[in-house]
């Protein structure tokens, strides 16, 4: 291995070229800074590479193929309908190298530095960097760390290539599995127990926490829609075994009512990962770090050192790219000298699954913990005219509302157009509005928008599309 003569000065050195680091890497330039950017693997990070992209490309995919009876009974016919899972990988890679080369576009407008290697931090504001066959030390005036989070087995289980798999390595199936067995209680066993449910497979869901997480009429509605589905559901359970063979993985359970032993194709873990931090050579550099390995940084991205910053995956708090690219921005124009902070108390969480689930806000129990006196309304996407015509009738709207202040406290929404109606109760929640003021604007109609109306009015007695309640409103001068 060759190594450097001198060490090279640079402005800001990010590490890691996923959302926040990417995201943090062009805000940077255009306020003016000079950026290198430090990526072992593909700009774009697991969310672009093998993550968000291929699987919202997968439940996407999956999700048209489940609406074609609806297109058949308005007439429209699709006689030899049939899914190949070679074309679809092939439209699934298409897709992330038209959208990895807009970053690689970005970067060169915007005049950043890329560095292809592997990065250790050392003292006195250096980093070493090892590509492979040549080695550098750079010194920083600032550092951003963007390293995400890697899959992990729970213990005692063995990863087995095809057979025992992570979410991620789901894109490098060779077929649609006869039998899936998906283990993890997050957004991604969920999106993936539909998905491949909606493509043929048998799916058995095995999960630790029945609610998913979510409000507990969403997490109703999902059980409902399972079992409609014929979605096998292990509530409260664990994996004790997993064995592969060479037809088949024996899976060893226990759920909380049996012990069973059931076979698959392929077993699928979800939801247990683990920083990319510790060969960073953070300890060095004496970063605070959780006992896990996950980076404490403030609403600025700063670490317990000045002039080291973190965003992503790798610091505490949700898994999602929407947190990394906020805290990457906001870490950027700090550095910059802007007063820019950011708060995690108002994250949307979408789930891409059929239909697809968007909450932000205190769930109904939730709101209960934490003292809150509240009335809720719902209403059913059944009673939505354009969710009807358009035949994507499952799921619900849900208003958690403050019952002394009329203040909203949540939003949470299973049914379509609910990913990109989220923002709107995202904004609500910041900007505190009250009950009065999602029920006084003027709604499309037909829309799909309409059930949050309703939901709004359903909480006050004054839903035009749900049976009258025993005490009716009376009139006052």
Same mark, same amino acid.
């Given at each position: 291995?060759?190594?450097?003569?001198?060490?090279?000065?640079?402005?800001?050195?990010?590490?890691?070229?996923?959302? %926040?680091? *990417?995201?943090?890497? +062009?805000?940077?330039?255009?306020?003016? $800074?000079?950026?290198?950017?430090?990526?072992?693997?593909? $700009?774009?990070?697991?969310?672009?590479?093998?993550?968000?992209?291929?699987?919202?490309?997968?439940?996407?995919?999956?999700?048209?193929?489940?609406? #074609?009876?609806?297109?058949?009974?308005?007439?429209?016919?699709?006689?030899?309908?049939?899914?190949?899972?070679?074309?679809?990988?092939? *439209?699934?890679?298409?897709?992330?190298?038209?959208?990895?080369?807009?970053?690689?576009?970005?970067?060169?407008?915007?005049?950043?530095?890329?560095?292809?290697?592997?990065?250790?931090?050392?003292?006195?504001?250096?980093?070493?960097?090892?590509?492979?066959?040549?080695?550098?030390?750079?010194?920083?005036?600032?550092?951003?760390?963007?390293?995400?989070?890697?899959?992990?087995?729970?213990?005692?289980?063995?990863?087995?290539?095809?057979? +025992?798999?992570?979410?991620?390595?789901?894109?490098?199936?060779?077929?649609?599995?006869?039998?899936?067995?998906?283990?993890?209680?997050? *957004?991604?066993?969920?999106?993936?127990? #539909?998905?491949?449910?909606?493509?043929?497979?048998?799916?058995?869901?095995?999960?630790?926490?029945?609610?998913?997480?979510?409000?507990?009429?969403?997490?109703?509605?999902?059980?409902?829609?399972?079992?409609?589905?014929?979605?096998?559901?292990?509530?409260?359970?664990?994996?004790?075994?997993?064995?592969?063979?060479?037809?088949?993985?024996?899976?060893?359970?226990?759920?909380?009512?049996?012990?069973?032993?059931?076979?698959?194709?392929?077993?699928?873990?979800?939801?247990?990962?683990?920083?990319?931090?510790?060969?960073? %050579?953070?300890?060095?550099?004496?970063?605070? #770090?959780?006992?896990?390995?996950?980076?404490?940084?403030?609403? *600025?991205?700063?670490?317990?050192?000045?002039?080291?910053?973190?965003?992503?995956?790798?610091?505490?708090?949700?898994?999602?790219?929407?947190?990394? =690219?906020?805290?990457?921005?906001?870490?950027?124009?700090?550095?910059?000298?802007?007063?820019?902070?950011?708060?995690?108390?108002?994250?949307?969480?979408?789930?891409?699954?059929?239909?697809?689930?968007?909450?932000? %806000?205190?769930?109904?129990?939730?709101?209960?913990?934490?003292?809150?006196?509240?009335?809720?309304?719902?209403?059913?996407?059944?009673?939505?005219?354009?969710?009807? $015509?358009?035949?994507?009738?499952?799921?619900?709207?849900?208003?958690?509302?403050?019952?002394?202040?009329?203040?909203?406290?949540?939003?949470?929404?299973?049914?379509?157009?609910?990913?990109?109606? =989220?923002?709107?109760?995202?904004?609500?929640?910041? #900007?505190?509005?009250?009950?009065?003021?999602?029920?006084?604007?003027?709604?499309?109609?037909?829309?799909?928008?309409?059930?949050?109306?309703?939901?709004?009015?359903?909480?006050?007695?004054?839903?035009?599309?749900?049976?009258?309640?025993?005490?009716?409103?009376?009139?006052?001068?």
């Amino acid at each position: 291995m060759v190594v450097g003569e001198f060490v090279q000065k640079r402005q800001l050195i990010i590490v890691g070229g996923g959302p %926040g680091g *990417y995201n943090a890497a +062009i805000r940077a330039a255009q306020l003016g $800074l000079e950026v290198t950017l430090i990526e072992k693997d593909d $700009l774009g990070g697991v969310c672009l590479n093998t993550g968000c992209i291929p699987s919202k490309a997968l439940t996407h995919a999956a999700a048209q193929y489940a609406a #074609m009876p609806h297109l058949k009974e308005m007439g429209i016919q699709t006689e030899a309908t049939r899914f190949e899972w070679p074309l679809f990988i092939k *439209y699934q890679k298409k897709t992330v190298a038209g959208l990895q080369k807009g970053v690689e576009a970005l970067f060169k407008a915007n005049k950043i530095e890329v560095i292809k290697g592997t990065a250790t931090f050392m003292s006195e504001n250096r980093i070493g960097v090892d590509s492979g066959h040549h080695y550098e030390m750079y010194q920083y005036e600032n550092a951003l760390v963007a390293t995400g989070a890697k899959p992990v087995m729970p213990p005692g289980i063995s990863r087995a290539e095809g057979k +025992i798999i992570y979410a991620e390595e789901l894109r490098n199936l060779n077929r649609v599995p006869g039998h899936l067995v998906v283990c993890g209680s997050d *957004y991604i066993a969920i999106e993936t127990a #539909m998905a491949f449910r909606n493509l043929g497979a048998h799916v058995s869901l095995i999960c630790s926490d029945d609610t998913f997480g979510l409000d507990e009429s969403i997490a109703r509605e999902l059980q409902r829609i399972y079992k409609k589905a014929k979605i096998k559901l292990f509530k409260n359970a664990e994996v004790l075994e997993a064995e592969a063979g060479m037809d088949a993985v024996a899976i060893t359970l226990q759920s909380d009512k049996e012990k069973v032993t059931v076979d698959a194709d392929v077993l699928v873990f979800t939801d247990q990962y683990r920083p990319n931090t510790n060969e960073l %050579g953070l300890e060095f550099i004496k970063v605070h #770090m959780d006992d896990e390995g996950y980076i404490l940084v403030n609403e *600025y991205g700063e670490t317990s050192v000045p002039e080291v910053y973190a965003a992503g995956d790798c610091t505490i708090g949700m898994r999602l790219a929407s947190k990394a =690219i906020k805290q990457g921005k906001v870490a950027a124009e700090h550095i910059a000298g802007l007063s820019s902070a950011y708060s995690l108390a108002l994250v949307p969480h979408v789930i891409h699954s059929t239909p697809p689930i968007a909450t932000v %806000g205190l769930t109904e129990k939730e709101a209960r913990e934490q003292g809150f006196e509240i009335k809720t309304g719902q209403f059913a996407m059944g009673g939505n005219g354009f969710a009807s $015509l358009s035949g994507q009738k499952e799921g619900l709207a849900k208003m958690v509302i403050d019952a002394k202040t009329d203040l909203l406290l949540g939003v949470h929404m299973m049914g379509a157009g609910a990913a990109e109606m =989220i923002s709107t109760g995202t904004l609500a929640l910041e #900007m505190a509005a009250r009950e009065e003021d999602l029920s006084y604007p003027v709604y499309a109609h037909p829309s799909l928008s309409e059930t949050w109306l309703e939901a709004v009015e359903q909480a006050t007695g004054r839903a035009i599309h749900l049976p009258p309640s025993r005490k009716k409103e009376t009139a006052t001068s």
